[in-house]
């Protein structure tokens, strides 16, 4: 069992490095107020000192900087200034009062540029394809984007094929991506701040170097080029593991109600033969698509984070009634275009549907999107681009798939309360756990509770969070399959499990086990919750 990083080692009540079987009784590690430098070298530029180096091994170069001039760079959270100033307002001492003002990381700039754009003196601007915000001088855009520029050539000597990645200010961390050769994505993202008064009264302001995982926005950025996300609904206060795994929630199901769904879609198929691929949801959770994983995955991240929760508001209001009251066998029909016409009653209804680009065969094709929905139950149809779907193809749509469809969404909702009556009401686990397959892109959380479109919302403290994301940052840089295991100061358990492309993250409520109890509770939790998944020990 490898010991956590650094990081994740500044929550440990007992020493990191234990042996499954080995009991100890040495007393709570104290946390080291050394500051220790982690490999790199360093250079000063413009009145500031820049420390390069291999950030855990990885091929990218990571920087740092120190604003103000003799400040040393702590490569331990554990005693760098603001851990420790943290740490004694929590304990109620130092010379800081108890009162503390918290405010989450926040979206600072976010800029687009193509260096080849304006590569002669007077043409700079010419280089900036995007800048929020737009209220910024240009003197400033061209001096952010140029600043940029120069990071980005100067990491490529050490780090051809991957340049610059993040860099790390005292104040704020920019990220940096370039999805297309010569076209860069930056985004720069306030660090978390902590301001408190001294007993003098004078505000004082420490921002929170340390707290941001590069892997969770880095990720966030990658997204904004696959959806082209509006910046409002980035929502960075809330991004944490599951925005670096990016995966699918998939929906139980019985192998009968399964065999319904399939035959359904190949009538419908048959039925509107200009379909191309279709995909299938229940309660936002996926249940069969067409479409390769990554398209998948990304037009999942769109219905779930943006359409369906635009219409969830009428649907809680009882505008989801039934648009047919009466159909053959006395069928009701809630059906309704979640994109496209709002009435098809209307003559002069619109047939907008959004376009999406997927991936064939080094192409992306172009399609619409048509997603259509009836109570808990969703369905996407894809067409081709170069035909335009017309009021009465919609209304073809609308009368083969809405009765069906209203059906189906019935039979699966009993089945799924049947077997959750079968499976009986237990008490609230001692447990909590996050798993991901990058095989199938599958995960499952109890920590998360996604209950609004803007806000992530968890059932643990955003410190056990953290930890949760230090481990995934060990798992990157290895390629075996490991067990981490850490003690957090709030007595919590953390365990990280990696094996066989899979990933088990479970937070423990148990202060008084062992290590060996935790791990018999860990293989508890496989035993049940994932009985036909093979985990190392």
């Not at 007992?14 to 079987?21: N, S, Y």
């Not at 120190?66 to 490569?75: K, L, N, P, Q």
């Not at 996300?229 to 670096?244: A, R």
């Not at 069906?404 to 079968?422: G, H, P, W, Y």
Request: glycine share 6%.
């Amino acid at each position: 069992m490898r010991s956590p990083t650094p990081v994740a080692r500044r929550e440990l009540r007992e020493p990191a490095k234990h042996k499954l079987g080995q009991e100890t009784d040495h007393k709570p590690a104290r946390r080291s107020q050394k500051k220790t430098l982690r490999r790199g070298f360093f250079f000063r530029a413009g009145g500031k000192r820049f420390r390069g180096g291999g950030e855990g091994g990885g091929s990218a170069v990571s920087w740092q900087v120190a604003a103000v001039a003799g400040r040393a760079v702590g490569g331990s959270r554990g005693g760098g200034p603001v851990g420790m100033a943290v740490a004694t307002a929590g304990a109620g001492s130092g010379p800081w009062a108890t009162q503390e003002k918290q405010f989450p990381p926040a979206l600072l700039s976010f800029f687009i540029y193509n260096p080849r754009f304006g590569p002669r003196e007077g043409e700079e601007e010419n280089k900036i394809l995007f800048y929020h915000p737009n209220e910024v001088e240009k003197n400033e855009k061209i001096r952010n984007v140029g600043l940029c520029e120069a990071i980005v050539q100067f990491t490529r000597t050490f780090s051809p094929s991957k340049p610059a990645k993040s860099l790390h200010t005292q104040k704020n961390r920019q990220f940096f991506n370039e999805p297309e050769e010569h076209f860069w994505m930056v985004m720069v993202v306030r660090n978390p701040i902590i301001e408190k008064q001294s007993k003098d009264g004078k505000p004082v302001i420490e921002y929170q170097e340390e707290e941001l995982l590069d892997k969770v926005y880095s990720s966030v950025l990658q997204q904004c080029y696959s959806m082209y996300k509006y910046l409002q609904t980035l929502h960075l206060q809330s991004c944490d593991l599951l925005d670096i795994f990016g995966g699918i929630s998939f929906f139980p199901l019985d192998k009968m109600t399964y065999l319904k769904i399939q035959s359904f879609i190949n009538r419908v198929e048959e039925s509107l033969n200009i379909v191309k691929y279709t995909a299938f949801l229940y309660n936002d959770q996926l249940i069969w698509s067409g479409l390769e994983q990554d398209d998948m995955r990304i037009l999942y991240k769109y219905l779930t984070t943006s359409l369906f929760p635009r219409h969830m508001e009428p649907e809680l209001a009882g505008r989801d009634s039934p648009i047919r009251a009466e159909m053959p066998g006395n069928l009701q029909h809630y059906g309704r275009f979640l994109t496209g016409p709002l009435n098809l009653n209307d003559p002069d209804a619109k047939c907008r549907f959004p376009k999406i680009f997927v991936n064939t065969d080094d192409a992306y094709e172009e399609l619409h999107l048509i997603v259509y929905k009836a109570m808990s139950a969703a369905v996407c149809f894809m067409i081709d681009a170069s035909i335009q779907p017309t009021l009465d193809f919609c209304r073809r749509l609308d009368s083969v798939v809405g009765p069906q469809l209203t059906v189906l969404a019935s039979d699966i909702c009993e089945q799924f309360n049947i077997n959750k009556r079968m499976s009986g009401s237990e008490k609230e686990p001692q447990f909590k756990f996050i798993y991901f397959n990058h095989m199938n892109l599958a995960e499952k959380s109890t920590v998360h509770m996604r209950k609004t479109p803007s806000v992530s919302l968890t059932s643990v403290h955003p410190d056990l969070m953290k930890i949760l994301g230090d481990i995934n940052s060990d798992f990157t840089r290895v390629d075996e399959d490991e067990e981490i295991i850490v003690k957090a100061m709030s007595d919590y358990w953390v365990v990280g499990k990696k094996s066989d492309r899979r990933e088990l993250y479970v937070i423990l409520n148990q202060k008084n086990a062992n290590l060996i109890e935790v791990n018999e509770e860990v293989k508890k939790l496989c035993a049940t919750q994932f009985n036909n998944i093979f985990f190392l020990d």
